[in-house]
């Protein structure tokens, strides 16, 4: 089970309001690298962008708890929850702003990275997915956000840490899989996802975020962003 205290990190990050300091002096300097200016409605819009990244983490967490439950191979899958929830509790070192918006935005990463690494060597190790849904297919807005050499260095954390005995234990278990766990960020299988909102947001305010590119570019909308 996620500890209150993870939870109760995550909160307290995301309402401190100074937590966002570092965060809006990141989205500045990506701005200026594109000409572009941002005003106090586009910073709030990112914030909670950013707020709604977090959290879905936190969500992604809590369904994968309960997919492995309904499976019965919750011990197969606590070593990566535990190792998820450290990252919030115990932020790396190289992690910047570790009490702010900003830091817990690369623990998310870190959470989602893992959480990602973990199902791409379940499909090596038994021709499936550990999860039936990409678990972090917001990894290259998110490298947007934070940058690709944090980014970068967030992802090699992330592998070191799933190849660590606690969390290999559950490569082990592996045949108690019968296929992958249906759990993902979302909170129903309808509306958009939150990379797609995230580059409308961005696109409408002048900000480009894929930093590979999208086979299909969603268009500019209203500046109005749900959490």
């Known amino acids: 089970m996620i500890p209150s205290m ?12 100074k937590g966002r300091t570092a965060f809006a002096e990141r989205l500045n300097a990506i701005a200026e690298d594109q000409v572009v200016f941002l005003f106090s409605d586009d910073l709030e819009g990112m914030f909670v ?6 959290r879905g983490t936190l969500r992604l967490m809590e ?21 998820c929830g450290r990252f919030f509790l115990h932020s790396h070192p190289e992690t910047p702003d570790q009490k702010g ?10 959470a989602r990275s893992l959480l990602a690494i ?19 297919s917001e990894a290259q807005v998110v490298r947007g956000l934070i940058g690709a050499t944090l980014a970068d260095r ?9 190849d660590s005995p606690q969390i290999r234990f559950y490569t082990n278990s592996a045949y108690l899989l019968q296929g992958p766990l249906r759990a993902s960020a979302a909170l129903n299988e309808w509306g958009s996802a ?3 909102d995230a580059i409308r947001f ?26």
């Open 6 to 17: 993870v939870r109760n990190q995550i909160e307290s990050s995301l309402s401190a309001h």
């Open 49 to 54: 962008l950013a707020e709604r990244y977090v």
């Open 63 to 83: 369904n994968c708890e309960i997919a492995a439950q309904q499976a019965r191979v919750e011990s197969m899958f606590d070593p990566l929850i535990d190792a």
């Open 101 to 110: 918006l900003l830091g817990i935005v690369c623990d998310s990463f870190l």
């Open 118 to 136: 973990a199902s791409e060597r379940m499909q090596a190790v038994r021709g499936f997915p550990l999860l039936a849904t990409n678990p972090h």
């Open 154 to 162: 967030l992802h090699q954390i992330a592998e070191t840490a799933h």
């Open 194 to 196: 939150w990379e797609d």
């Open 202 to 227: 961005a696109t409408s305010i002048g900000l480009k975020l894929d930093p590979v590119g999208r086979t299909s570019d969603p268009q500019p909308v209203a500046r109005q962003i749900v959490l």
